[in-house]
């Protein structure tokens, strides 16, 4: 939808750094498909005040399968960057058991 409306694609800045990222915060899994062709190397890129990544966002709100999608799509846990260091250590930072199973599974 935001699309359809002249969203920015590669829009870079904001409370979450870019629209990827955004996207991944809140789960919004067909906005996030239609974003990462677009989205070229930037798939790591840290943005907002704690520099997280698409990926971290989506770990720290358990949205497993925007997760996967990401990962899918070559995202790296082991990224520098948020309040945990990592994607991979929000996930073991928060106390997410499952995640950190479900994480060393993709490594």
Request: with cysteine; hydrophobic share 45%.
């Amino acid at each position: 939808v935001l699309l359809k409306h002249h969203a920015k694609r590669k829009f870079y800045g904001g409370e979450c750094g870019s629209t990827l990222a955004a996207a991944a915060r809140v789960g919004h899994e067909l906005a996030l498909k239609a974003l990462l062709p677009l989205s070229g190397n930037f798939i790591d890129r840290r943005g907002g005040p704690k520099f997280e990544t698409a990926l971290y966002f989506a770990i720290d709100a358990s949205h497993n399968a925007i997760i996967t999608l990401l990962l899918e799509e070559g995202a790296n846990l082991h990224t520098a960057c948020g309040e945990w260091g990592s994607p991979f250590f929000a996930a073991v930072g928060t106390g997410q058991e499952e995640m950190v199973r479900f994480l060393l599974g993709h490594e």
